[in-house]
């Protein structure tokens, strides 16, 4: 559960879709004691991977050579939205994603080998899509920023030395299922951003478009529905006027990856409903921000408390001191942490979620 995001505080929702327990703020995880990654369960439905045909060459394809290991399904796992995610998907055989980039709707298919990455884009954005396809994969990120003596974070950032933080240069496709997942679960935010894509995105270009597989939708789409439209998807009015008054500031809002994180920050947050959790999760995502610290999140304070003090429950203010010592890659430790399984005590009943356009 999200705590903070002011006067307008909006429901958030949990990383792992199956969890039913309170709600939580942050996206889903890739690796879990208990649950698949994403490169298993599509393994397991090839029928959804899309394929390529011989008449369906890429408009654009380039390698890129790699300086140093890269773990590209760890890396891009955050913009992932779940197993039926229609605009991203991750397989044994690399990462497709669906974008809308300012020259128009574009795929990409992002393949890694042990020292290059292939890409390859499809449609009108292409090109822009290949120019940021080396940020998207980690690639401008400096894993080597995080120094640091503390003996866990240390063997964690040992342990995955392909793990950079991905930068998607797209701030209105992080937000918009952000705002989806403030305090509800999972399974709830990703079923509302799943109905709103296959509602009103459009076809994916290229070979994902016959694996059915979609464009987010544009935001002067979302920008024209009234509240009550969104209300089949499980958004309730003030989430649903936020994503409207979102999408209606998107242009603006899309500058924010040339600013520095301070003032792209406070630019998202000049929005009614967009508070300081909602902002960070963009931040992460969209320019790649090492320091973005989801602050108001329900389960990252226990997280943090627990693998740096051993303490079973964190507050937002002790979470912050005990990060003080990384500070600039706060955000880098916090994946670490997310990654290494490590769990704090559970207390309390599960959240059962609810279905707002049940009422």
Partial sequence: MCLSEGLHAIPRGPRNGSDRRAPRCDTEHVEHPTAQTPAQTLAQTP???????PAQTPALARTIRLDGPLDLGLTVAPLWRGHGDPTMKIDRNGVWRVTR?????????LAAKRDALDVRAWGPGAAWAMDAAPGLAGLEDEPGGLRTSHPLIR?????????RLPKSRAVFEAILPAIAEQKVTGAEAHRAFRGLVLAHGDRAPGPAGNAG???????????RLPYFAFHPFGLERRRAETIRRVAAEARRLEEATRLSPAEGQARLRAIPGIGPWTAAEVAARAWGDPDAV???DFHIPNLVAWALAHEPRGSDERMLELLAPFAGQRGRVIRLLELSGIQPPRYGPRYAGRRIEAF
């Fill in 47 to 53: 029928a959804q991977t899309p394929a390529q045909t």
């Fill in 101 to 109: 980039t300012p020259q128009g709707p574009a795929t990409l298919h």
């Fill in 155 to 163: 063997d964690l950032a040992r342990r995955r030395p392909g793990l």
């Fill in 213 to 223: 597989m979609r464009v987010p939708p544009a935001p002067e789409t979302l920008a």
């Fill in 294 to 296: 989801s602050v108001g």
